[in-house]
């Protein structure tokens, strides 16, 4: 009696044994078609939809309506009248006729992104002993003196969601005139170039420059904008990497060896 209990108990055993392991080889089976169920069709449309698309088109470099082509941005034909500034300045007395240069004014930040507009203390570098006698002038002196600022009236400005860098630009060969018209002939400064988007495109496209998201918005979901650049080199090899290569069938097998599960061993059923 006691043998066939024995015999009859590891009888019992070996079915438990073998119905775990049918279980976990039902669970496995389970897992891996659940998996292709999910990434296969993600790769398939991919697929139909890389040999569906049409063949790239390069961006037009065609000027919008109401502008012209030029060099750098493209020109607006018929641009408004300049803004009425707080003193009149005259860019072609200063650059044409003395000779001066934009950055003697418009002083660059430390890492040359921004421009600076020119305060009365430093128009006063030069006019504490030129032209003093000009209304303009003594005005501009008044300011100094109480260290209140020049509230110029601004010609272009971009977005606060556009990255802009003047130092990038300028180190690439890019000319004040591409983006502010022919400065050093102006006595009254008019907004004259299209900066919109579709300006900014036109440009680079023309010049070879990148186009992408990134150039201008460099954003992300979790700090809100990509670390600056340490170098103008790395931001330019930031904007032209190469894209990341599609989904293919080797990388959803690796997915799947990833997640085997474990051995039989380390479950107590």
Known sequence: MRVSEKA???VKARGTGNAREQILRDLRVNLSVL???????TFVCAKANAQDAP?????STAPAPGTVASSGAPTIANPPAGPTQ???FSHKKHIAEAKMGCNDCHEPSRNGATVAMPQPTKCMLCHAAIATDKPDIQRIAEAAKANEPMQWVRIYRVPSFVQFSHKTHTDTGAKCEDCHGAVAEKDVMAKEKDLSMGGCISCHTAKSAPTGCDT???????QLRSPA???DEALVARLTRPEAPPVSILAIHRFLAAVALPSTSNFAL
């Open 86 to 88: 707080p003193v009149a």
């Open 55 to 59: 063949a790239a088109v390069a961006p």
């Open 216 to 222: 201008c918005h460099q954003l992300n979901s979790v």
């Open 229 to 231: 650049a340490a170098t």
């Open 8 to 10: 009859c108990e590891g």
């Open 35 to 41: 998996l292709l169920f999910l990434l296969v069709p």
